[in-house]
């Protein structure tokens, strides 16, 4: 039987890049070694994170003055990473989420954190308006995907003071404007590739303004100085990376992944509000179109497990809603097919039937 996989993440990547990531590990550019086997110093592994580092640009038409990393850690290391490197006194954050939350309380380690505005009071459900960012801060970090609560940013603010965000879950999903953002992290394991790289897009001279000692592995400097090559990179991760940034080019760019995910997410979100069964848990304006989170409604409560068990039946993988939202999350990544979600939309649909 096909599967779809809906999983949040370590989550879906296209078939190619798998192949081609096999391959590489069975023999690396013909060579007759693994790319696992080799020395990320060599003339055959260099050309890939030179590559890598240039198709972001070229994806994220990335302007002068920024440099793309690929580091190990993930995003939590980035959590204690961008204090260590941004906050002098005090910080600014948006608190939307586990993630955010995360975030702020490395940051707390470093200096005062003002939270801006959350959405805390209604479990995360909408992304807060109205809110200011202070100019007397050193950095206003916000987090654009709320991977648990299916909440999503999809604009980029103006910030009076440098800003920074955890694209984790939606990096590549459309396009943004970089020059607007002193620092875009995220862990590449839900958009880009296999779990063990982050990637870091990074403003050169937004760097060096604290006067703390930076322990040479956390100090981005280091990292941009040595291309990513300190110490030894997750070079097949990297590898993977590489390929879906070639797949995503392939396929039209940043523009037609943002096609494709507002064209996923309204199948789904349609039959969610059209299903009498189910209810979407996200205010309408906030939903994100990586992460679609929806619930039994009250009086259809006892059908969840059944519902989970005749999904996992037909093929659905991952759909269960993270334990703090409870029931339903569909993870629409950029290597999700139509035909998955229309494979989703008929199976509700058909369960409604039984019901
Ligand atoms: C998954 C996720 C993280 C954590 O990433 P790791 O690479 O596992 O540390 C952080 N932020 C967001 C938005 C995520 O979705």
């Not at 006067?211 to 040479?216: A, E, F, K, V």
């Not at 969840?304 to 093929?315: L, N, Q, R, Y």
Request: with cysteine; net charge negative.
């Amino acid at each position: 039987m096909k599967k779809y996989n809906f999983n949040a993440g370590p989550s879906i990547l296209p078939r190619e890049v798998i192949e081609a990531t096999a391959a590489a590990c069975l023999d690396f550019n013909g060579i007759g070694l693994s790319l696992m086997e080799i020395s990320h110093r060599s003339k055959d592994f260099q050309p890939v994170m030179d590559e890598a580092e240039a198709m972001m640009k070229e994806l994220l038409d990335i302007p002068e003055g920024y440099k793309v990393l690929f580091l190990g850690g993930g995003a939590s290391l980035e959590f204690c990473m961008i204090p260590y490197n941004f906050l002098e006194k005090k910080a600014a954050y948006l608190n939307t989420g586990v993630w955010s939350k995360k975030a702020i309380k490395e940051a707390k380690l470093f200096g005062e954190v003002v939270e801006v505005a959350s959405s805390a009071d209604k479990n995360f459900t909408y992304i807060p308006k109205g809110w200011t960012i202070p100019t007397d801060c050193d950095y206003f970090h916000i987090t654009t995907n709320n991977t648990i609560y299916g909440t999503e940013i999809r604009e980029d603010f103006d910030s009076p003071i440098p800003m920074i965000a955890d694209m984790s879950s939606d990096i590549l999903s459309r396009p943004i404007d970089v020059s607007k953002y002193a620092c875009i992290y995220g862990g590449a394991q839900k958009n880009i590739s296999m779990a063990g790289v982050t990637f870091v897009i990074i403003k050169e001279d937004a760097l060096g303004k604290v006067s703390r000692q930076i322990p040479t592995m956390l100090d981005y400097r280091t990292h941009i100085e040595k291309g990513s090559m300190f110490n030894t990179p997750p070079v097949v991760p990297v590898y993977s990376a590489l390929q879906t940034m070639k797949w995503v080019k392939a396929q039209g760019g940043v523009k037609e992944m943002e096609r494709r995910a507002l064209q996923r997410a309204k199948i789904v979100y349609d039959e969610i509000d059209r299903n009498k069964l189910f209810v979407g848990t996200v205010e309408p304006d906030a939903r994100s179109v990586m992460n679609l989170c929806f619930v039994m409604k009250d009086e259809y409560k006892e059908l969840e497990a059944d519902f989970m068990a005749f999904a996992t039946e037909k093929g659905m993988v991952g759909v269960k809603g993270h334990r703090s939202v409870g029931g339903f999350r569909a993870s629409c990544y950029n290597a999700m097919s139509i035909e998955g979600c229309e494979a989703l939309v008929a199976c509700m649909k058909e369960f409604e039937k039984l019901h």
